[in-house]
């Protein structure tokens, strides 16, 4: 059964940068979607954007200028960088996969715990 | 740039039923958009219920279940239940492999 699991610091300074991996166990990356999504503290959900382990990527554009998205088939692992941050990234920070069926992905299906990262000097 | 929109909060009595709604800020929401719902409760992740407009995710009961009303994406609980008091999340793709959540809506049982 495939488990995603993300990690990284848990406190970045403003204006740093905020990266993150998402670690896959129990299957391969290969083949597949990939994605990340936040929650601000007591906010909803925000889709970040996606990854196809090819290391083809799609952004959310309000977020496009300021993320960037990467994968790495020999470790399993896909990351998250977000430049630039601001208080406003403080976020509980999932990584996801998704179900696909042929050309057409339906439903993020494994989630991970989340990696809660808050931008503070 | 679009939004999606949910109500905010519904309360529901335990047996009762309740429908949740997803909309966009222009124009209407159809099976095109894929429209997906998940159940979040405090501190952990979101869980799939529904997907494709009315595909239930695998283990979800049937009194969950997922359609177009009018011009919007509804999930509707049949039989509330008391575990069933969560935040409720749908998610929209808008075209160009973009894919937008809504607000949520938080669902209280008593």
């Known amino acids: 059964q495939v488990q995603v699991q993300e990690s990284g610091p848990g406190l970045v300074k403003p204006s740093e940068t905020l990266s993150l991996t998402c670690s896959v166990s129990?299957?391969?990356?290969?083949?597949?979607?990939w994605s990340w999504i936040r929650q601000p503290p007591g906010k909803g959900l925000e889709w970040i954007g996606y990854?196809?382990?090819?290391?083809?990527?799609n952004y959310n554009p309000s977020l496009k200028s300021r993320v960037i998205m990467s994968v790495d088939t020999s470790k399993n692992q896909f990351s998250l960088i977000l430049n630039s941050v601001t208080a406003a990234d403080t976020a509980v920070y999932y990584c996801a996969r998704w179900y696909c069926a042929g050309p057409t992905c339906y439903y993020l299906d494994v989630w991970g715990k989340g990696t809660t990262v808050t931008v503070s000097s | 740039q679009i939004v999606v929109t949910q109500e905010p909060s519904f309360s529901v009595s335990p047996g009762g039923t309740v429908t949740l709604t997803c909309g966009l800020s222009?124009?209407?929401?159809?099976?095109?958009?894929?429209p997906n719902w998940y159940q979040q409760t405090p501190g952990q992740a979101p869980r799939t219920l529904i997907y494709?407009?009315?595909t239930r995710s695998s283990g979800v009961p049937d009194r969950f279940s997922g359609s177009i009303l009018g011009n919007k994406a509804a999930l509707t609980i049949t039989g509330a239940q008391a575990d069933d008091e969560s935040d409720y999340y749908c998610m929209l793709y808008i075209g160009s492999g973009i894919r937008v959540f809504g607000g949520g809506t938080k669902v209280t049982v008593l």
């Open positions: 990854i196809h382990y090819s290391g083809s990527t």
């Open positions: 129990g299957g391969s990356i290969n083949n597949q979607y």
């Open positions: 222009s124009g209407s929401v159809s099976s095109g958009h894929y």
């Open positions: 494709n407009t009315n």
